[in-house]
């Protein structure tokens, strides 16, 4: 999945990362972010949008609040989007997706 962490979809200063989900809870789903010049690391990512949560990412981009999963330090508002950024996004070895079912688009 593509990850905005600076600026969002269409804007002119933006920086995008690969990241993959790699479970979803009900407060949000922990994304593994790949980012240049920076260990992995692994956020939290709270949709914005209530009623719609993570599900709402097989139609678009959503703006999510971001956290480190660790300390719950704030990190903004981000956007996320399905698709692959250049570089790939696959999470670790070892990390699988709890909670998705390859077969379906439904995360439970």
């Known amino acids: 999945m ?3 962490i600076q600026g969002m979809p269409g804007g002119d200063e933006t920086e995008v990362v690969a ?9 949000g789903a922990v994304l593994y972010l790949r980012e240049p010049e920076r260990e992995e690391r692994w ?13 709402a ?5 959503i703006a999510v609040d971001a956290f480190e999963l660790e300390d ?15 570089g790939g996004s696959a999470a670790p070895r070892g990390r699988r997706a709890s909670g998705l079912r390859p077969d379906s688009r439904d995360p439970r």
Do not use: N
């Open 43 to 55: 956020v939290l990512a709270v949709p914005q949008e209530p009623g719609w949560g993570v599900q």
């Open 2 to 4: 593509r990850v905005w």
């Open 19 to 27: 990241g993959t989900i790699t479970e979803v809870r009900d407060d």
């Open 72 to 86: 719950r330090r704030s990190l903004g508002r981000w956007f996320i989007r399905l698709g692959e950024s250049a």
């Open 57 to 61: 990412l097989w139609f678009s981009f």
